[in-house]
């Protein structure tokens, strides 16, 4: 008789399992382990990028060098191109310009009381800042030697300081204040913020401070990063009622008027 009704009992029980709704720690704790998940997905090619540099692989050994003594002698021949790379990437794209950006960013977001979104800005922008520099301690990658160098960077090379800060600020920016940019132009600022990003990778090789792996590894580091803490602030936006939102509405579309639309379910905690 046992026998006979173990089926319909684990039946039961599996139904009844199924049917039982999860709450609201579950939800979020499902949500955080999707947020890894994706973020070490995300990071594979960052990790291959690494292990190519650091096995010195061939192919992209040549390319790193070809492109260099390339890039080399055409600065060489032209020095008035040389000022204005120099330009671009020392003040239009330099670090700490994109970093000033961010901040004046947090300030007023945190003058209009977008508390939650002030936080993602800046914790991307500081977790972007801490983790390149200590990628670059831990490669130790040496830097570009050329012959009648026409720039100089100090430290090492192994990702990018200016490539993956531009790919973070450049995202911080963008994904922050398109619920502002009226729907029409919103392609203007995507083109904006990806001119930005390859024209400063291509000044820092072009001034043979930085070989194109370090560019590439700047770029994917920083987009591991921004995918990282976006996948959490999306977690952070469910959990307290906000419906999810799409890169083409921007992180928080509720920024673009003074009256935020009403979240549903629990009322926003910040």
């Known amino acids: 008789m046992t026998r006979l009704t173990r089926p319909f ?21 499902a ?6 998940a994706a973020t070490a997905l995300v990071s594979v090619p960052f990790a291959l990028a690494l292990v190519l540099v650091e096995s010195q692989w061939a192919p992209l050994s040549r390319l790193d060098h070809r492109t260099a003594e390339r890039l080399h002698a055409a600065a060489l021949e032209h020095p008035g191109w040389v000022r204005v790379l120099d330009f671009l990437t020392h003040v239009v794209w330099d670090p700490v310009t994109m970093r000033l950006l961010v901040a004046v960013l947090v300030v007023w977001l ?18 972007g800042g801490l ?16 012959p009648d160098p ?42 904006l913020a990806a001119v930005s990003v390859v024209g400063v990778g291509y000044t820092r090789v072009a001034l043979g401070v930085h ?7 700047g770029w994917l580091l920083g987009l591991a990063v921004v995918t990282a803490t976006t996948l959490a602030f999306e977690a952070w936006r469910a959990d307290v009622g906000r419906r999810r939102t ?24 910040t």
């Open 9 to 29: 009992t684990t039946g039961r029980l599996l139904a009844r399992l199924a049917s039982v709704r999860p709450g609201p720690d579950t939800r979020f704790g």
């Open 211 to 217: 070989w194109v792996s370090d560019v590439v590894g």
């Open 150 to 191: 026409v720039s100089h960077a100090p430290g090492f090379s192994f990702p990018s300081g200016h490539a993956m800060t531009a790919t973070t600020s450049c995202a911080v920016l963008l994904l922050a204040l398109l619920p502002l940019v009226p729907r029409r132009w919103r392609p203007l600022p995507w083109a």
């Open 110 to 127: 945190l003058a209009r009381g977008a508390v939650r979104l002030a936080l993602w800005a800046a914790v991307t922008a500081i977790a």
């Open 31 to 36: 949500r955080l382990l999707t947020t890894v």
């Open 246 to 269: 799409t890169p083409a509405q921007g992180l928080e579309p509720e920024i673009r008027s003074d009256h935020p639309e009403p979240s549903v379910g629990r009322p926003d905690r």
């Open 131 to 146: 983790l390149g520099l200590l990628v670059k301690n831990v490669v130790a990658r040496a830097r570009p030697h050329l």
